[in-house]
Every structure is written in structure tokens, then in C-alpha cells.
């Protein structure tokens, strides 16, 4: 039994010191339960790690378990565990105020400390910690995020409107962030770039409505749905012709996430 501890513990291990890559297609995230082996516990926490822009996961040993508060306690324990790292997100800018479990979903009532300050990344990578940190015990499938500010964000750029499930494409797979292939597509409009696909015809449907050439944009504010194979990115953008005539559009874009990539499948104008 303690070969089987040591070979589990060493299997870690090097899962935490390995770097961040691609593995191609979001698979589902494989739960394991708690456990006990000679009187001891052990929780699976996924750490979101800053300096490889993704979540690595850990087996974590405590005393004993308290199967009514086991998200809260599996939650304090990662709070604990990003403090004991500069590599890590430290969570000690998140205050959890209330948790609770009815049926197959954990909800989570949290506020950040006052002054602080995320990046997208950072963002992503502390909600996916919690996500899939909460939804361990294998009951749960969807957690339930309010930010008590009563924002609809979970920081800023992340919706929580509606329940979450977790997700393994930032398990050891680097952050890419959603909203670079808009900037991408409308870079290359402006530098005159031909349009070739679906997408680019779709979207240039859509600007001709403008009535006048567009020789700038200003992305204004925008917000994701979740991270995963298939995330929706909502942007409110101002366009500009050389005169500064300006038109501002609410347009909705469909990524796909494939290969440590993101790239645009659909495209609509609200």
C-alpha cells in the first residue's frame, strides 16, 4: 500500500513540473473521488499556475473528511495550497461567503478582496480552479458562481450568469485568449487582406452595412461564455473611417479551440 502511495505522489509530481501544451480536444474532466488509504484522505485540487498559464492538478492529503462541507473544504484547501507558490494565482483575493450543494450543482457566493487586479489569464485560470476544484465529489456537474458586487462577470470578462461545467482545456494546455482571432480578422480587413472564407464573407456582409470604409476599430468591452472546444465571445466595437465617422456594432463570435488555437466559425450582428 505505501509503494502505491509513493508511485501515485511521484506520478504528481511530475505533472506539476511538466509545461503547459496542447493536447488537442477538450475531453471531459475525469473525476476522482476522495479517497482514503491508512486513515488519511486525499482531494484532487486543480492549481491555477500563472507562470505556465494553466491549471495543473495535485493530490492533497488531510486528516479527514467532512462529506457535507467537502466542496468548502476541498475549496479552503487550494486557497491554502496557491499561497506556498509565486507561480501560482493567490487566492487570498477571493472571499467565499457562502457554499452550497442542491442536486447536481455546487453554488458558490464569493467576493475579491478590495484593489485587486486580474488579467484575462489570470481570470480564467482562477475560475477554472474553483469550477473544477468544486465539482470533484462526483455528484456535481455544474457550479453556480454570484459575484457579490452583483456583477454579471465573474472579474471582468468571464460571464457566470448561468451554472458552469468543468472543463479540462486548460489542464496543462496554455491560455490562448478567445478574443485574439477578432483582432486578428478585422487587422487583416484593414490591411486589405482578401476574404477567402465563410467568415470573412460573413462579416464583411455585415460591414458593409457601415456605409463607409473602415480604417480603424476600438474594441469597446467584450465577454466570453466559458472557455472550452466552442466558447462565444460577444464584443461591442466602434468603426472608424479615415475621417473619424464612427458606427458601433454588437457582434457575437463563435471560436472553435483546436490545436492551441482559436478560430472564428460564426459570425452575428445584434
Do not use: W
Not at 486525499?42 to 488531510?62: A, R
Not at 486528516?63 to 466542496?71: P, T
Not at 466559458?226 to 466558447?231: A, E, L, M, P, S
Not at 462565444?232 to 457582434?251: P, Q, R, S
Amino acid at each position: 500500500m505505501q509503494r502505491k502511495i509513493i508511485i501515485l505522489i511521484c506520478i504528481m509530481s511530475l505533472m506539476v513540473t511538466t509545461s503547459c501544451y496542447s493536447r488537442g480536444k477538450e475531453e471531459n474532466i475525469v473525476k476522482i473521488s476522495p479517497f482514503r488509504i491508512e486513515q488519511s484522505a486525499f482531494l484532487q485540487l486543480y492549481i491555477p499556475n500563472i507562470s505556465q498559464s494553466c491549471l495543473i492538478t495535485e493530490m492533497i492529503g488531510v486528516s479527514e473528511i467532512d462529506e457535507s462541507r467537502e466542496v468548502a473544504e476541498s475549496l479552503n484547501l487550494l486557497v491554502k495550497r496557491t499561497r506556498e507558490s509565486l507561480n501560482f494565482v493567490n487566492m487570498d483575493i477571493i472571499v467565499f461567503l457562502n457554499i452550497s450543494v442542491v442536486s447536481d450543482t455546487a453554488f458558490i457566493e464569493y467576493e475579491f478582496q478590495e484593489n485587486t487586479e486580474l488579467s484575462e489569464m489570470e481570470e480564467a485560470l482562477l475560475l477554472y480552479a474553483i469550477i473544477n476544484t468544486a465539482s470533484v465529489p462526483q455528484e456535481i456537474e455544474f457550479v453556480k458562481l454570484t459575484n457579490n458586487s452583483g456583477s454579471k462577470y465573474f472579474y471582468e470578462h468571464y460571464n457566470i450568469e448561468l451554472p458552469l461545467a468543468p472543463s479540462n482545456a486548460l489542464l496543462y494546455k496554455d491560455y490562448v485568449s478567445p478574443i485574439l482571432p477578432v483582432k486578428g480578422l478585422f487587422d487583416s480587413m484593414i490591411a486589405g487582406r482578401p476574404l477567402t472564407t465563410l467568415e470573412d464573407i460573413e462579416i464583411n456582409n455585415i460591414i458593409q452595412n457601415l456605409a463607409f470604409e473602415i480604417k480603424r476599430y476600438n474594441i469597446l468591452n467584450y465577454e466570453y461564455n466559458k472557455y472550452g472546444d466552442f466558447t462565444t465571445v460577444k464584443a461591442k466595437i466602434v468603426f472608424m473611417d479615415e475621417i473619424y465617422n464612427t458606427k458601433t456594432l454588437d457582434l457575437s463570435f463563435l471560436l472553435e479551440l483546436a490545436s492551441g488555437r482559436f478560430t472564428i466559425k460564426e459570425i452575428v450582428e445584434h
